[in-house]
T-cell receptor
Framework: GAGVSQSPSNKVTEKGKDVELRCDPISGHTALYWYRQSLGQGLEFLIYFQGNSAPDKSGLPSDRFSAERTGGSVSTLTIQRTQQEDSAVYLC????????????FGSGTRLTVV | DAKTTQPTSMDCAEGRAANLPCNHSTISGNEYVYWYRQIHSQGPQYIIHGLKNNETNEMASLIITEDRKSSTLILPHATLRDTAVYYCIVRVAEGAQKLVFGQGTRLTINP
């Protein structure tokens, strides 16, 4: 597609439930990144995937968070047993091999845990 | 990645040039300066990047000092739609590395 697509755009879930957030990167982009942004805060790195290399999971806040990228394209971020502090906008970005051109971000998924 | 320092907020009148400074005194020789902005309720948007030469594109100009310890992003004719948080980031262009965002500068364009 023309840009990075994320779904759903908004998600309200009850505390304790699991959620899955989806990211469709730009076709051909080899790198994919997940960030989150809590209300009024900066962007917090979560995880990134680069081709067939092992993902960098150093930003995942707890073992309730996991992500996978199937076929080097679509990625799913899963949050298990959601907590209220998980409420945030989750942003996905992708970049081409020539990262000098910069990242392209999606519009994000706004997650609200009630 | 080298740390950057930006003012927390700035104001600029519509139609004027907005000049956003960034200090990166510990930048390494192979690190580029990147600028992104985030308009309210949207994902960050790439603006421009440079190594040591000044750069210009359809969105902005980037002026990097000769010692590369600081830079300035210039929006030549700011409009109300340029109101956003602007992030200055330094990192190597190659290699699978994540962008680390600081707090950025909240730029408000006033009518």
């Amino acid at each position: 597609g023309a840009g990075v697509s994320q779904s759903p755009s908004n998600k309200v879930t009850e505390k304790g439930k699991d959620v899955e957030l989806r990211c469709d990167p730009i076709s051909g982009h080899t790198a994919l990144y997940w960030y989150r942004q809590s209300l009024g805060q900066g962007l917090e790195f979560l995880i990134y995937f680069q081709g067939n290399s092992a993902p960098d999971k150093s930003g995942l806040p707890s073992d309730r968070f996991s992500a996978e990228r199937t076929g080097g394209s679509v990625s799913t971020l899963t949050i298990q047993r959601t907590q209220q502090e998980d409420s945030a906008v989750y942003l996905c970005a992708s970049s081409a091999r020539d990262r000098a051109r910069g990242y392209t971000f999606g519009s994000g998924t706004r997650l609200t845990v009630v | 990645d080298a740390k950057t320092t930006q003012p927390t907020s700035m104001d600029c009148a519509e139609g004027r040039a907005a000049n956003l400074p960034c200090n990166h005194s510990t930048i390494s020789g192979n690190e580029y300066v990147y600028w992104y902005r985030q308009i309210h309720s949207q994902g960050p948007q790439y603006i421009i990047h440079g190594l040591k030469n000044n750069e210009t594109n359809e969105m902005a100009s980037l002026i990097i000092t000769e010692d590369r310890k600081s830079s300035t992003l210039i929006l030549p004719h700011a409009t109300l739609r340029d109101t956003a948080v602007y992030y200055c980031i330094v990192r190597v262009a190659e290699g699978a590395q994540k962008l680390v965002f600081g707090q950025g500068t909240r730029l408000t364009i006033n009518p």
